[in-house]
Nanobody
């Protein structure tokens, strides 16, 4: 079955960097659009960045120019490099497999906490 396992979260000071990774299995990774979402308690999960199977990336305005999404189709890995982190970036970050016409597949999430 589809498995998405995130890693790389943690506690970082404002202005610092983190790199999140997602190991994917159970589906043909290279054929799927993938994404990173984030969620804080009491709010809806929001899209951070998305990358198509062809490598075209799009970003939320709130993270544009601070975040880079990338994928390694040979290793079934999805990454999110986050720089110049802000306290408002604090959230649980989720890796997602985008399913056209259906619900996304989610990982278990990884906590990112940015201290001021």
């Amino acid at each position: 079955q589809v498995q998405l396992v995130e890693s790389g979260g943690g506690l970082v000071q404002a202005g610092g960097s983190l790199r999140l990774s997602c190991a994917a299995s159970g589906f043909i990774f290279s054929l799927n659009t993938m994404a990173w979402y984030r969620q804080v308690p009491g709010k809806e999960r929001e899209l951070v960045a998305q990358i198509t199977r062809g490598g075209r990336a799009t970003y939320a305005d709130s993270v544009k120019e601070r975040v880079t999404i990338s994928r390694d189709n040979a290793k079934n890995l999805l990454d999110l490099q986050m720089n110049s982190l802000k306290p408002e970036d604090t959230a649980v970050y989720y890796c997602a497999r985008i399913v056209i016409g259906g619900a996304p597949s989610w990982g278990q999430g990884t906590q990112v906490t940015v201290s001021s």
